[in-house]
């Protein structure tokens, strides 16, 4: 993502942010997927919820702070799903 982003691909964002979205829904990470389904809309130059557009020069920077977002809820994620597998075993 920060490769794509650093190119100003939104479309290659709208991609992976897609992908990302039923990795991390097949696995219960309600947060993560909400983050990611919201880099595919504004990927494909829509608002976050879908609805409506957005240009080039909207979806970029809000992209940047989403990406930044989806980091977070991964790191969270990574700890709990650690913390939760470390004990089980």
Sequence with gaps: MDAALHRGDYTALSKLGH???????????????????????????????????????EALPYLGQLVLLAKQQYAEAELVLRREFSQAS
Excluded at 31 to 55: M, Y
Aim: hydrophobic share 40%; net charge positive; aromatic share 2%.
């Design 19 to 57: 992908f990302l979205k039923g990795s991390s829904a097949q696995i219960g990470l309600a947060k993560l997927k909400i983050a990611c389904e919201k880099i595919q809309n504004v990927g494909r130059l829509l608002r976050e919820d879908g609805a409506g557009s957005v240009t080039v020069d």
